[in-house]
T-cell receptor, first 113, second 112 residues
């Protein structure tokens, strides 16, 4: 079963604009990760935020985490055509014998030149 | 520093056949996880191998099996293929206790 739910399912913006994607999840987590996937190929790890962190930055990426609401957001600033991809959140659930990542269904981002 | 290598990249099989997919982890990683990604969906966890044993399994039937070799590489075997097994199969490696997953480019399996 999939834990995360990304919102929106699809997002289309112009180059230079900011893109915000949201993720909700259901259980307690150790951390939450965001991945990018181009054209149904492999996943590229973007950023990891731990359960005791509220905000994290990496280049043009900003991730927030609200564990009380079980939600996260990914902001991509000054978007580029090359940012066109599917974006997935994945949770690493807390619990001693859990080793898997649980993914949402993803947000398809299209950045128009 | 080689990343995760998966082979083959594409595969077409007939219903009822068996298939083996292969994964070489990133240098320095000792743990391999397999995921199935159907079209338009997020990846679903199949199982994870560590120290040549299956450490955790997702909600997949016994037709899905795996193996990890002493050099940490891994195989995913699927028996009695169904049309619904058509998907992108992703391998991810990590270092036990550290986390930080590196994904391969995947194997696209089509069952006809």
């Amino acid at each position: 079963s999939q834990q995360g739910e990304e919102d929106p399912q699809a997002l289309s913006i112009q180059e230079g604009e900011n893109a915000t994607m949201n993720c909700s999840y259901k259980t307690s987590i150790n951390n939450l990760q965001w991945y990018r996937q181009n054209s149904g190929r492999g996943l590229v790890h973007l950023i990891l935020i731990r359960s005791n962190e509220r905000e994290k930055h990496s280049g043009r990426l900003r991730v927030t985490l609200d564990t009380s609401k079980k939600s996260s957001s990914l902001l991509i600033t000054a978007s580029r055509a090359a940012d066109t991809a599917s974006y997935f959140c994945a949770t690493d659930e807390s619990g001693g014998s859990n080793y898997k990542l649980t993914f949402g269904k993803g947000t398809l981002l299209t950045v128009n030149p | 520093d080689a990343g995760v290598t998966q082979s083959p990249t594409h595969l077409i099989k007939t219903r009822g056949q068996q298939v083996t997919l292969r994964c070489s982890p990133k240098s320095g990683h000792d743990t391999v996880s397999w995921y199935q990604q159907a079209l338009g969906q997020g990846p679903q966890f199949i199982f994870q191998y560590y120290e040549e044993e299956e450490r955790q399994r997702g909600n997949f039937p016994d037709r899905f099996s795996g193996h990890q070799f002493p050099n940490y590489s891994s195989e995913l075997n699927v028996n009695a293929l169904l049309l619904g097994d058509s998907a992108l199969y992703l391998c991810a490696s990590s270092l036990a206790g550290i986390g930080g997953y590196t994904f391969g480019s995947g194997t696209r399996l089509t069952v006809v």
